[in-house]
């Protein structure tokens, strides 16, 4: 995905190691229960083969970054306030970790869940 020649050698980054920053990012937010797919297809497929890069998509345009997160959140948060969140902290870690712009992070609210009301 990412090219980067120095005097050493190259360094090539991959979307899934992207992808892997982002959720993980992702899970440690608050009022985020977890990740899921963006349609049936890719959650028969997360069923059968463990994937720790579900519920993120990564695209990369040769200069900067776009991520797309499909999230469920704990009912009885502020969505807008926990999307932001979450889109904020992904750009972070995301930034922070590889040294490369993110152009955007879309966040999209799959869901909602309760939890025990124990």
Known sequence: MSDENNSIGSIHIAPRAIATIAFHAVRQSYGVVG???????????????KDPSHGVEVHFDGESITIDLYIIIEYGTRVK????????????????????????????????????VD
Request: glycine share 8%; aromatic share 2%; proline share 2%.
């Open 35 to 49: 990740l899921t797919s963006k349609n049936l297809v890719s959650g028969i497929a997360q069923a059968i083969v």
């Open 81 to 116: 306030s926990v999307a932001s969140s979450v889109g904020n902290s992904v750009k972070y870690q995301v930034e922070k970790t590889l040294g490369m712009p993110v152009k955007a992070v879309n966040v999209h609210v799959q869901g909602l869940r309760v939890s025990d």
